[in-house]
T-cell receptor
């Protein structure tokens, strides 16, 4: 079982569309991070959210941490082919670090 | 700075063989981590270290051992390889505990196949 559940698992969209990826848990996290991973490479950190209700923006990407610090979302506006990759959420709980299973995004030109 | 380097990139092992996955970082980071990533799954923490001489178990430590004799190196040892250990292994490092908003830097990974 995964401590962090991500949805959807796969997403294939056209360039210019908007999308939202969800990361949910029944556990409370002291912080939550979002990563993007390209094939054959390690994950690269996009953002860390710490405060319940926090919203952070990174160009066309908007990250939100739930009020109860149990869930998070990643919204991409006007997706580009360069956004294609595996998006992973990860959280700090029980003095360990847990990753979700990831959302594989494919943006078609 | 090379960041986090891992060797080898790919290895095939027979059941029962042993091997050491090497990980080195040149950023003078205190914290180092070993993860495994199975197909279609996220990363699972195997072991981590908060500094030289100190290691602790993560979520899936069984079948693995680690040591941290220097700040730079954090090798992962598989003593009796099993097919269930077929996976991609990532090493990572951070200056402080990554939950404290600290960026965790990952190596390129080692792909291990146990037959």
């Amino acid at each position: 079982t995964q401590l962090l559940e991500q949805s959807p698992q796969f997403l294939s969209i056209q360039e210019g569309e908007n999308l939202t990826v969800y990361c949910n848990s029944s556990s409370v996290f002291s912080s939550l991070q979002w990563y993007r991973q390209e094939p054959g490479e390690g994950p690269v950190l996009l953002v860390t959210v710490v405060t319940g209700g926090e919203v952070k923006k990174l160009k066309r990407l908007t990250f939100q941490f739930g009020d109860a610090r149990k869930d998070s979302s990643l919204h991409i506006t006007a997706a580009q082919p360069g956004d294609t990759g595996l998006y992973l959420c990860a959280g700090d709980a029980f003095n360990k670090f847990y990753f979700g299973s990831g959302t594989k995004l494919n943006v078609k030109p | 700075n090379a960041g986090v380097t891992q060797t080898p990139k790919f290895r095939i092992l027979k059941i029962g063989q042993s091997m050491t996955l090497q990980c080195t970082q040149d950023m003078n980071h205190n914290y180092m981590y070993w993860y495994r990533q199975d197909p279609g799954m996220g990363l699972k923490l195997i072991y981590y270290s908060v500094g030289a001489g100190i290691t602790d178990k993560g979520e899936v430590p069984n079948g693995y051992n680690v040591s941290r004799s220097t700040t730079e190196d954090f090798p992962l040892r598989l003593e009796l390889a099993a097919p269930s250990q077929t996976s991609v292994y990532f090493c990572a490092s951070s200056h402080i505990w990554t939950g404290g908003q600290e960026t965790q830097y990952f190596g390129p990974g080692t792909r291990l196949l146990v037959l």
